[in-house]
């Protein structure tokens, strides 16, 4: 079929419009990139944008040689696969058991998990809770537990679930499979786009917290990545210390390239996983949001 000039027009303006928003997004990331590649003399000058100056690998290969880098990367990693399997597991029974319209207490239960969402007990409060109630102290059970689960996660699911034909429940049912096997069976595996869309939104937070490990873990060989890459940022770690004996440079050179290079070397596992769920995430988000 014969495009018309109008439609030519439109799809040139629509596509310039979107090629500057993919920029826009994809610049930050760009610049950190050529920072991270950069000498420290450039990047204090103002002059890496977007192209490296004066190319170095020196701080990838100092830091990626730090034995603690490696040892938080592991902790994370543990504490992100942990973490979203016990919120995946939570999440989809309270969703499941919430979209049940019979179920005994339903307007009760959906207020309280609601209520969590304006109001939470407070700071002071869980942090004595989990440290000195629980004795979680320096354990992985105060990374993962306190925020376990998303109320809004919920919801989405929940909306998802509702929108399940229920004949494919009662046809179960009939042929003597029990409510949880509806659900392992019936329920997860026609739920996988909702499934990979919250798995994404829970590891990506559990990747990047650090604020639960500042709480509560005071080892540092027990804190997860983001905690390094805090301490590289604020000068705390040995590693900028000696970089900045190494280059002569000053701390906030140093702070710059060797926070680019965190900042890489941290975020690569979740860039890489985004690609493979990248189909179920619009759909997902899509299909859980609207009824």
């Not at 979107?18 to 760009?30: A, E, M, N, Q, R």
């Not at 004949?167 to 499979?177: F, H, V, Y």
Request: charged content about 10%; some cysteine.
């Amino acid at each position: 079929m014969k495009e018309s000039l109008g439609y030519k027009v439109f799809k040139v303006f629509n596509y310039s419009i979107i090629t500057g928003f993919v920029f826009l997004c994809l610049y930050p990331f760009l610049q950190i990139i050529a920072e991270s590649f950069s000498s420290e003399s450039m990047i204090r000058g103002g002059h890496v944008n977007l192209i490296p100056r004066q190319f170095n690998t020196w701080t990838y290969q100092v830091m990626m040689s730090d034995p603690l880098f490696w040892i938080n990367y592991r902790n994370t990693l543990v504490y992100t696969v942990v973490g979203v399997v016990i919120s995946m597991i939570l999440t989809t029974m309270a969703a499941y058991a919430l979209s049940k319209k019979d179920l005994m207490g339903r307007g009760f239960f959906l207020f309280l998990f609601a209520f969590t969402m304006f109001f939470s007990g407070g700071l002071i409060p869980t942090f004595m809770l989990v440290r000195n109630f629980l004795g979680w102290a320096n354990t992985i059970w105060a990374i993962v537990i306190p925020g376990a689960i998303g109320v809004f996660n919920i919801l989405i699911m929940k909306t998802f679930f509702e929108a399940l034909p229920k004949e494919l429940e009662e046809a179960a049912i009939i042929d003597g499979c029990s409510q949880m096997g509806v659900f392992i069976k019936i329920i997860l595996p026609l739920s996988k786009a909702v499934i990979a869309t919250q798995v994404l939104f829970y590891a990506v937070g559990a990747w990047n917290a650090w604020f639960p490990a500042l709480l509560y873990m005071q080892d540092r060989q027990l804190q997860p990545v983001a905690m390094y890459l805090r301490g590289l940022v604020m000068g705390a770690n040995s590693l900028t210390t000696g970089a900045m004996a190494e280059s002569g440079a000053g701390q906030q050179g140093v702070s710059q390239n060797v926070g680019a290079v965190a900042i890489i070397l941290t975020s690569l596992p979740i860039i890489s996983i985004y690609p493979f769920l990248q189909k179920y995430f619009v759909t997902g988000v899509t299909l859980g949001a609207v009824k």
